[in-house]
């Protein structure tokens, strides 16, 4: 027994040189051989799984809140390719006073633009900044650099709740709801593109690094695509919104906040409850932020004895 306790203490030893301080302990009892487990037979993968794999999946289950929080951030990215278009649709597309009209979907480019510009703004001018204060060599840290865009992507929808409301008090002191397009520049539209895309910059590259670097050694290339899924649920996520929105909004044979001419409705609304949740949204990432515990470098005795001491202690109980 002593031999055999000797050895889950070497396998816990290595996987710990990698892995965070013990969580989610129940998943332990996957490696725990059973009184119904005979040693002669062949192991079992579906019975009977290795501490190693254990940890794994203990770390890939750690970084689902903080991944959670990254699908109200694409929802709010995802109306770029929405119902921006179709404000911009009811404004004036005319460049000035000539007759160059401009597409609204055409007006991404300025969140692309956007991108391009905060890329060195923050690897030449925020992280110099950030790293005389931290005295960190990314000057933020991966959660720090998420919060700031999570933050930042508030005032695009503040904006975007702030220009409907504007346009659609146009339209009721003049009585333009029959016509097609407000006067009102399309390019009021170019702000929360701007916004977005810095947003972008912090949120987007600090969750691939963020997946990256905090999954186990042997998931790392799934773990960075868990960026990418939550984007998908963002998108399907504002779908489910819309739906819910317009069903709830119609129960009284209204317009509703999103009917087919937007002049009748409340598109503000809708950008109001995307504020809302935005806010929601990075409380809780604040909250999650201040109980997650880095992925610690191989080499740290004190962290190492520790998560040993802790793993002794679980042994003795379940011997």
Known sequence: M??????????????????????????DKAAVVGDSDNGKDPVNPWRLCTVTQVEEIKAIVRLLPIWATGIIFSTVYSQMSNYFILQGDTMDNHVRNTKIQISPATLSVFD????????????????????????????????????????????????AVVLENVRLKMVRRHNYYELKEVPMSIFWQVPPYFIIGCAEVFTFIGQLEFFY????????????????????????????????????????GGPGWLPDKLNYGHLDYFFLLLTVLSVLNFIVFLLLSKLYTYKKSVGTLHWVLKGCSNYAVSIVFLN
């Open 213 to 252: 670097e905090q999954a186990p050694d042997a998931m790392r290339s799934t773990c960075s695509a868990l960026q990418l899924l939550a984007f998908a649920f963002g998108q399907y996520l504002s779908s489910l919104l819309i739906t819910i929105v317009t069903k709830v909004t119609t129960m009284n």
């Open 2 to 27: 002593k031999k055999d306790t000797a050895l889950l203490l070497y396998l816990v030893l290595y996987s710990h040189l990698h892995l965070p301080p013990v969580r989610c302990r129940f998943f």
């Open 112 to 159: 692309t633009i956007s991108v391009i510009f905060w890329v060195p703004v923050y690897d030449r001018i925020i992280v110099p900044i950030a790293r005389k204060f931290s005295g960190r060599r990314n000057g933020l840290t991966q959660l720090q650099r998420m919060g700031t865009g999570l933050f930042i992507s508030i005032f695009s929808m503040v904006y």
